[in-house]
């Protein structure tokens, strides 16, 4: 996978989990909070997450036939 792609879904994971533990503590608080708009931006991170990982990529290492000679006797 491409390591822009890795790093972007990697922080997107951590968004979406940090709005997740942000809506849970405010509503626990029992703070005024609109938990909807919460929801809504964890999903729109989930969706963003989604679209992500179905974009296609090659895999990062070339096939077995291109490298047998590259490999140590």
Same mark, same amino acid.
């Given at each position: 996978?491409? #390591?822009?792609?890795?790093?972007?879904?990697?922080?997107?994971?951590?968004?979406?989990?940090? /709005? +997740? *533990?942000?809506?849970?503590?405010?509503?626990? *608080?029992?703070?005024? %909070? $609109?938990?909807?708009? @919460?929801?809504?931006?964890?999903?729109?991170?989930?969706?963003? /997450?989604?679209? @992500?990982?179905? /974009?296609? +990529? #090659? +895999? #990062?290492? #070339?096939?077995?036939?291109?490298?047998?000679?590259? %490999?140590? $006797?």
């Amino acid at each position: 996978m491409n #390591p822009y792609l890795s790093t972007a879904l990697a922080a997107l994971e951590d968004l979406r989990d940090e /709005i +997740h *533990r942000d809506a849970n503590r405010q509503f626990f *608080r029992l703070q005024f %909070v $609109s938990y909807g708009d @919460l929801q809504r931006d964890e999903a729109t991170v989930r969706n963003a /997450i989604t679209l @992500l990982r179905s /974009i296609p +990529h #090659p +895999h #990062p290492l #070339p096939a077995e036939e291109h490298w047998e000679g590259a %490999v140590a $006797s």
